[in-house]
């Protein structure tokens, strides 16, 4: 097996055989993930699932638990602490929705903590979170008129009510959405998104962590003057980031992007990579270590794909690591996927048209030398402040 191959570790698990979009997941503990998704008339789920550490088997761990009976699209969720968990998504009429869950360790079943907040009125898509301290968390959607915003949330972790801890950051006046946001540092954030004409942006945020509300920190970088859907980023080191997109042609994007730490500026570090020629959606990537990344993504046919990505940390450029791996030959949209341990991540996708939901563990070749901080230096969510 070739190193940095991406290869099927255990049978994928239909959790749903009725209809799945918009998967969310996050993990638990070592091998208990959890999972919210747009399941039958688009209502909203949540279930937590077991993977097999030996085997590599996932199976269901707790009954679903059924959020929002009228819709659970744009699902974008976080952790609050061991058996908590935040999520953003689009409710009734599309109006932007957020609450925070339980999660039961002995008999793993999801329930609500306290009501959920309806933080816009209007509309509620394309949500991205982040966590800022232990009971802060960011948020950027797409609101009404093509608007979009930036704001943060204050979890009681006493009564587990959210509230809006200021007003919302109007970012962009004309179109938005496809959201895909990082953490800088403590109190700085990236966002990528798809903005005015379509086109691709990248600008980093500053919350003040006193009145916390939320400022542009610099002018946005216009990264494509074409299209930018379905971003997917993730932290390099502290100053550098790499994003996944689909470009005008529906192609697959990739490339690195430089935070100056003085200015907030945000620039390009190297060349962008056409990894997809064909068909490129729903990316959905995680660090393996410093510089190897994996993508999930709807590829050629909506088919689902996966492979992995090397960054030079001396050019910045990216390179395919290995061949992709078709691991989906009928759909492979609505992908999520997760960190199980140094070699492994799940993914929770959506097969057969949307009409089923399918989880799968897979299993990357390290190459047998040691590799340089063979540990990733920026987890996933990785918390750079103390808490």
Same mark, same amino acid.
């Given at each position: 097996?070739?190193?940095?191959?991406?290869?099927?570790?255990?049978?994928?698990?239909?959790?749903?055989?009725?209809?799945?979009?918009?998967?969310?997941?996050?993990?638990?503990?070592? @091998?208990?993930?959890?999972? !919210? *998704?747009?399941?039958?008339?688009? +209502? $909203? #789920?949540? =279930?937590?699932? /077991?993977? &097999?550490? %030996?085997?590599?088997?996932?199976?269901?761990?707790?009954?679903?638990?059924?959020?929002?009976?009228?819709?659970?699209?744009?699902?974008?969720?976080?952790?609050?602490?061991? @058996?908590?968990?935040?999520? !953003? *998504?689009?409710?009734?009429?599309? +109006? $932007? #929705?957020? =609450?925070?869950? /339980?999660? &039961?360790? %002995?008999?793993?079943?999801?329930?609500?903590?306290?009501?959920?907040?309806?933080?816009?009125?209007?509309?509620?898509?394309?949500?991205?979170?982040?966590?800022?301290?232990? @009971?802060?968390?960011?948020? !950027? *959607?797409?609101?009404?008129?093509?608007?979009? #915003?930036? =704001?943060?949330? /204050?979890?009681?972790?006493?009564?587990?009510?959210?509230?809006?801890?200021?007003?919302?950051?109007?970012?962009?006046?004309?179109?938005?959405?496809?959201?895909?946001?990082?953490?800088?540092?403590? @109190?700085?954030?990236?966002? !990528? *998104?798809?903005?005015?004409?379509?086109?691709?942006?990248? =600008?980093?945020? /500053?919350?003040?962590?006193?009145?916390?509300?939320?400022?542009?920190?610099?002018?946005?970088?216009?990264?494509?003057?074409?299209?930018?859907?379905?971003?997917?980023?993730?932290?390099?080191?502290?100053?550098?980031?790499?994003?996944?997109?689909?470009?005008?042609?529906?192609?697959?994007?990739?490339?690195?992007?430089?935070?100056?730490?003085?200015?907030?500026?945000?620039?390009?570090?190297?060349?962008?990579?056409?990894?997809?020629?064909?068909?490129?959606?729903?990316?959905?990537?995680?660090?393996?270590?410093?510089?190897?990344?994996?993508?999930?993504?709807?590829?050629?046919?909506?088919?689902?794909?996966?492979?992995?990505?090397?960054?030079?940390?001396?050019?910045?450029?990216?390179?395919?690591?290995?061949?992709?791996?078709?691991?989906?030959?009928?759909?492979?949209?609505?992908?999520?996927?997760?960190?199980?341990?140094?070699?492994?991540?799940?993914?929770?996708?959506?097969?057969?048209?949307?009409?089923?939901?399918?989880?799968?563990?897979?299993?990357?070749?390290?190459?047998?030398?040691?590799?340089?901080?063979?540990?990733?230096?920026?987890?996933?969510?990785?918390?750079?402040?103390?808490?």
């Amino acid at each position: 097996m070739a190193d940095w191959a991406v290869t099927t570790a255990n049978d994928k698990l239909q959790f749903d055989t009725q209809a799945n979009k918009y998967n969310s997941c996050y993990a638990i503990d070592s @091998n208990h993930f959890i999972n !919210f *998704w747009s399941g039958n008339a688009g +209502d $909203g #789920y949540v =279930q937590v699932f /077991t993977v &097999n550490t %030996t085997t590599w088997a996932v199976t269901t761990a707790g009954a679903q638990k059924e959020f929002d009976v009228t819709n659970g699209t744009y699902n974008s969720c976080y952790q609050i602490d061991a @058996n908590h968990f935040i999520n !953003f *998504w689009s409710g009734n009429a599309d +109006d $932007g #929705y957020v =609450q925070a869950f /339980t999660v &039961n360790t %002995t008999t793993w079943a999801v329930t609500t903590a306290n009501s959920s907040l309806e933080f816009d009125a209007a509309n509620g898509t394309y949500n991205s979170c982040y966590q800022i301290d232990a @009971n802060h968390f960011i948020n !950027f *959607w797409l609101g009404a008129s093509g608007n979009t #915003y930036s =704001q943060v949330f /204050t979890v009681s972790t006493s009564t587990w009510a959210v509230t809006t801890a200021n007003a919302a950051l109007t970012v962009s006046g004309s179109s938005g959405g496809y959201f895909s946001c990082f953490q800088v540092n403590a @109190n700085h954030f990236i966002s !990528f *998104w798809c903005g005015a004409d379509n086109d691709g942006f990248a =600008q980093v945020f /500053t919350v003040n962590t006193t009145t916390w509300a939320v400022t542009t920190a610099n002018n946005p970088l216009e990264f494509d003057t074409a299209n930018s859907n379905y971003n997917s980023c993730y932290a390099i080191d502290s100053n550098h980031f790499i994003n996944f997109w689909t470009d005008a042609s529906i192609d697959g994007k990739v490339q690195v992007f430089t935070v100056n730490t003085t200015t907030w500026a945000v620039t390009t570090a190297g060349a962008s990579l056409e990894f997809d020629t064909q068909d490129s959606k729903w990316n959905s990537c995680y660090a393996i270590d410093s510089n190897h990344f994996i993508n999930f993504w709807a590829g050629p046919g909506g088919d689902g794909f996966v492979q992995v990505f090397t960054v030079n940390t001396s050019t910045w450029t990216v390179t395919t690591a290995a061949a992709s791996l078709e691991f989906d030959t009928t759909n492979g949209t609505g992908d999520s996927c997760y960190q199980i341990d140094a070699n492994h991540f799940i993914n929770f996708w959506s097969a057969e048209y949307d009409v089923s939901g399918y989880v799968q563990v897979f299993t990357v070749e390290l190459p047998a030398a040691p590799v340089a901080s063979a540990a990733p230096v920026f987890m996933h969510h990785y918390k750079l402040l103390s808490q």
